[in-house]
């Protein structure tokens, strides 16, 4: 009788730390699903210091607020718009480096499926608002974004489509035509900690160039108030490749999600 009741003092002293680890790889979850439906701003960074076959660097330096909105009665599931403000530095041909503004891109995506997997498909665009000609397509852009996730507590799994092509923009600009595919592999520890693999397979499909990166890096989430906090830094290698593309990449951010 004594070692049951000891048993069961020490089972209920840990439901608190048990709940708390949960509480922890929830908010981590919640901070790196992309179908999330709660507001966040994201301030992130690709940073590559390599690249294949030719010398200097490059960096973008990206605003991501998303915004949900819905269900309604005109549209009965809830969408997530997702917009991406990059500023940009790439080599300049005539020497040193050029940087501005990039090109802005905005999804619309339709969560079809919640639950523990998770489906959304919609349309995206891509404005022509480079501030040089080195910063971006100087083409407008159109095609789909589609996301599937998978998470329970001990990790999250998915992927992020995206499929453009060139309809308008400057006459004297190549036609674009790209595919971009982000796996990403999250696994959850105690405290908000876990470790992340979330490197974007880049395919130019116009000209036949892509880059294939694998990534491993961690990050910690952690809760202030309403607002879960997230910082992020994963390296990231192109295990794959053709083209001048990057070589190493090291992708950095801090990602805030709010009121939920």
Do not use: C
Request: proline share 7%.
């Amino acid at each position: 009788m004594m070692l049951k009741r000891v048993a069961v003092a020490l089972l209920t002293m840990n439901l608190p730390f048990a709940a708390l680890a949960q509480s922890a790889a929830e908010d981590a979850n919640k901070s790196n699903n992309p179908l999330n439906l709660a507001a966040s701003f994201n301030i992130q960074n690709f940073y590559t210091p390599s690249l294949f076959g030719v010398s200097g660097h490059t960096n973008d330096f990206l605003l991501r607020p998303t915004i949900p909105v819905g269900p309604n009665s005109l549209i009965p599931v809830p969408e997530i718009f997702r917009l991406t403000v990059p500023v940009s530095t790439r080599p300049d041909p005539s020497g040193g480096y050029n940087t501005g503004l990039g090109d802005i891109n905005l999804f619309d995506i339709f969560l079809l499926h919640g639950g523990e997997t998770q489906i959304g498909v919609g349309p995206l665009v891509t404005l022509p608002t480079a501030t040089d000609r080195t910063l971006g397509t100087g083409k407008w852009q159109a095609g789909l974004a589609a996301v599937v996730v998978n998470a329970n507590k001990q990790r999250l799994l998915g992927a992020l489509v995206q499929w453009q092509h060139s309809f308008a923009g400057q006459s004297d600009r190549p036609t674009v035509q790209s595919l971009t595919t982000q796996p990403f592999i999250i696994w959850n520890f105690p405290e908000g900690w876990y470790l992340r693999s979330t490197g974007t397979w880049t395919f130019d499909l116009q000209h036949g160039s892509y880059y294939i990166p694998v990534g491993l890096g961690g990050g910690k989430a952690w809760k202030g108030g309403t607002t879960i906090y997230n910082l992020f830094v994963e390296p990231q290698y192109s295990v794959a490749h053709s083209g001048n593309v990057p070589k190493w990449q090291i992708f950095a951010g801090l990602n805030m999600t709010f009121g939920k």
